[in-house]
């Protein structure tokens, strides 16, 4: 072949491609507009339905009432992101935040500092416990009194996170259970200082369970497979209920707040019983607002029931998902979408209290159990 030919050539076998590579996916978008019912099947992530359904929304930006936030976390934040915090708080009617995550120490001081110092009435600040001399004999009593020390300057509470009772260990590699007697010291300086312990015991239960295509968080331990709860490195959920309940009992003068409706969101008699059984147990609704809101009418007639038990609480901060749980509290909305979709792959109702009933959710419950916070700032 001479260079013209080859030239020639390529040239004819360019366009071919090129004009192939256009018409191609012109022809498939056509072929699937027309004829969906060729198309595969879309994975869980692709198929997104919309709604239909025509019914009366009632978009809530604002809280009706002044709220506290009892479940926040915010690591050592700058004096900027505590400004930010505070402009962001007046928009949605969040007149008191919590930070679970004051630490100990130094860490809780500057903590401490940088938000109640700046903004006194905005802010309330827990400890947490350090496990760094776990192992040296009398770890209960020192970290009691690390927790009286704490409290001196300026802590309100005690958060206890989840590492508790699952991935917690002493250096033999005995797991340190929920009612571990060596912490009793702990939990009877909280009652003697009259603060609360927040605290969070397990995961859903559905992270215990084995991960097949009925696991009801089937999505989200496929995003985070690390959250899943096996049997082989972790114990049962129902042993750590077990233990955490006994805790309860242990320590009938200190009250507790378990976190995330203490995983009982799914099974609200049981939840119930263990109100009923332990009048110093609380619970608040951070990031589990989907398991009332997918049923309306028992969330209703529960926190009618447990009004005075139940806590407003958001977790992870973001000032434009709190409007959820607003609207699921104080509206009667229905089928409406979830702001996490891992959490939920179903719509959610609002199960809309009375006022006095949201008031004591949104702050009055709050004010009974910490200390220190002004309820001037509050409706009667
Ligand atoms: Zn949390």
């Keep these: 072949m001479n260079s013209r030919r080859t030239i020639t050539f390529f040239s004819i076998v360019a366009v071919a491609i090129f004009a192939a590579l256009i018409v191609w996916p012109r022809t498939a978008m056509t072929q699937q507009d027309q004829a969906p019912e060729k198309q595969q099947m879309p994975t869980i992530d692709e198929y997104q339905p919309k709604s239909t359904l025509v019914t009366k929304e009632h978009k809530v930006e604002r809280a009706r009432f002044p709220f506290i936030d009892i479940h926040s976390h915010h690591w050592n934040p700058t004096a900027e992101e505590v400004d930010r915090l505070v402009k962001e708080m007046d928009t949605i009617n969040l007149r008191v935040m919590v930070n679970l995550s004051g630490g100990t120490g130094e860490e809780l001081k500057k903590t401490v500092a940088v938000m109640k110092g700046r903004f006194p009435g905005r802010f309330v600040v827990f400890a947490n416990m350090s496990y760094e001399d776990l192992n040296a004999p009398g770890f209960g009593k020192r970290a009691a009194a690390r927790l009286e020390e704490d409290v001196k300057n300026g802590a309100q509470g005690l958060k206890i996170f989840k590492n508790f009772g699952m991935d917690l260990k002493y250096a033999g590699g005995k797991r340190v259970q929920v009612d571990d007697p060596e912490f009793d010291a702990v939990f009877e300086k909280c009652a003697e200082l009259e603060i609360p312990v927040l605290i969070h015991v397990a995961e859903p239960s559905a992270f215990f369970d084995p991960w097949d295509y009925h696991n009801e968080r089937w999505q989200e331990l496929k995003e985070f497979p690390g959250r899943a709860r096996p049997p082989a490195k972790y114990p049962p959920f129902e042993t750590l209920m077990t233990e955490r309940n006994h805790l309860f009992q242990k320590h009938p003068k200190t009250n507790f707040i378990a976190a995330h409706?203490?995983?009982?969101?799914?099974?609200?008699?049981?939840?119930?019983?263990?109100?009923?059984?332990?009048?110093?147990?609380?619970?608040?609704?951070?990031?589990?607002?989907?398991?009332?809101?997918?049923?309306?009418?028992?969330?209703?007639?529960?926190?009618?029931?447990?009004?005075?038990?139940?806590?407003?609480?958001?977790?992870?901060?973001?000032?434009?998902?709190?409007?959820?749980?607003?609207?699921?509290?104080?509206?009667?909305?229905?089928?409406?979408?979830?702001?996490?979709?891992?959490?939920?792959?179903?719509?959610?109702?609002?199960?809309?209290?009375?006022?006095?009933?949201?008031?004591?959710?949104?702050y009055k419950n709050a004010l009974k159990l910490v200390p220190g916070i002004d309820s001037q700032a509050f409706p009667e």
């Design 261 to 362: 409706l203490g995983f009982h969101g799914n099974d609200l008699e049981r939840l119930g019983r263990l109100f009923d059984a332990n009048p110093n147990v609380y619970v608040d609704i951070a990031a589990v607002l989907a398991e009332l809101g997918r049923q309306p009418y028992s969330a209703h007639d529960f926190l009618i029931k447990y009004q005075d038990r139940v806590l407003m609480g958001k977790d992870i901060y973001e000032v434009n998902e709190y409007k959820w749980y607003f609207r699921a509290l104080e509206t009667r909305d229905e089928y409406f979408e979830y702001y996490r979709k891992r959490h939920a792959f179903w719509r959610i109702y609002g199960f809309q209290v009375p006022d006095e009933v949201l008031k004591k959710v949104y």
